[in-house]
């Protein structure tokens, strides 16, 4: 899980750990939600705050982000998503909150809110990934 990869980032004590761990596990997954959540260009058509939804119970989850991110698409400004009305793109983004595990749901959300990833700084995301975030 995406998640995973964030906590031990997290844990790792070095700026030179935290880049390996995320190097070691890169995907489009967790390039997607550290790109969203750092790069100042992206921008979301999504009301802030958490959203209404039921968590389910992570052992019954019927996806994750490997399979979901892509979805990540309808709901950034410019994106296609912008032709959907607003309550069918809230919806969308309910039902994708609803699909993963609660610890992917929490960095979608933080994603969408632009809240920065606790132990996951800007700077260490630039050096992992560096032509990933714009500005």
């Not at 998640?3 to 070691?24: G, H, P, V, Y």
Request: glycine residues 6%.
């Amino acid at each position: 899980m995406i998640s995973d990869i964030i906590n031990d980032t997290r844990k790792a004590r070095s700026k030179k750990q935290k880049i390996e761990i995320l190097r070691n596990n890169e995907s489009w997954a967790l390039k997607d939600i550290l790109r969203g959540t750092y790069c100042d260009t992206i921008q979301f058509n999504l009301p802030g705050g958490k959203p209404p939804y039921k968590e389910n119970q992570g052992h019954n989850a019927p996806s994750n982000l490997y399979k979901r991110h892509k979805d990540f698409i309808s709901f950034v400004k410019g994106g296609p998503g912008d032709s959907m009305r607003k309550l069918k793109r809230e919806k969308l983004f309910i039902i994708l909150l609803e699909s993963v595990e609660p610890p992917e749901a929490e960095l979608i959300i933080n994603m969408i809110n632009k809240t920065p990833i606790k132990g996951v700084t800007k700077a260490v995301a630039k050096e992992a990934f560096p032509n990933l975030i714009q500005k």
